[in-house]
């Protein structure tokens, strides 16, 4: 069995759906004080201001979303890795990544 990431999954997501909201409230906030009608997180309206605060709120919540979607593919890899080592296919050394290290056994398998 694959490493089991439903503890960490649901909670992964929901700091993640916390911090696109983090991002959208400062972005609204700091629109409001500025004057300025600045398009929103996912929603990029031409109408509205898209200066470079909103450009990097769309940014940070995009590599959030991606966050979302690879931690538990990196922690699957991990858990992958630690079977290899277990059974004498891979070394990890001492400040070495077991991600990295299964996808390199992979690679060269394949």
Do not use: C, W
Not at 40 to 57: F, M, Y
Not at 75 to 82: D, F, P, Q, R, V
């Amino acid at each position: 069995m694959i490493a089991d990431t439903s503890d960490s999954g649901p909670n992964l997501a929901k700091e993640i759906d916390r911090g696109i909201e983090v991002l959208r409230l400062a972005l609204r906030l700091q629109s409001e004080k500025d004057g300025v009608q600045r398009s929103e997180i996912g929603d990029l309206d031409k109408t509205k201001v898209i200066d470079s605060l909103a450009k990097d709120a769309n940014t940070a919540a995009t590599h959030l979303i991606t966050l979302r979607k690879y931690v538990p593919l990196l922690l699957n890899l991990a858990e992958i890795g630690h079977r290899l080592e277990k059974q004498g296919k891979i070394k990890v050394d001492y400040g070495g990544s077991y991600p990295e290290q299964a996808l390199a056994y992979f690679e060269k398998q394949y």
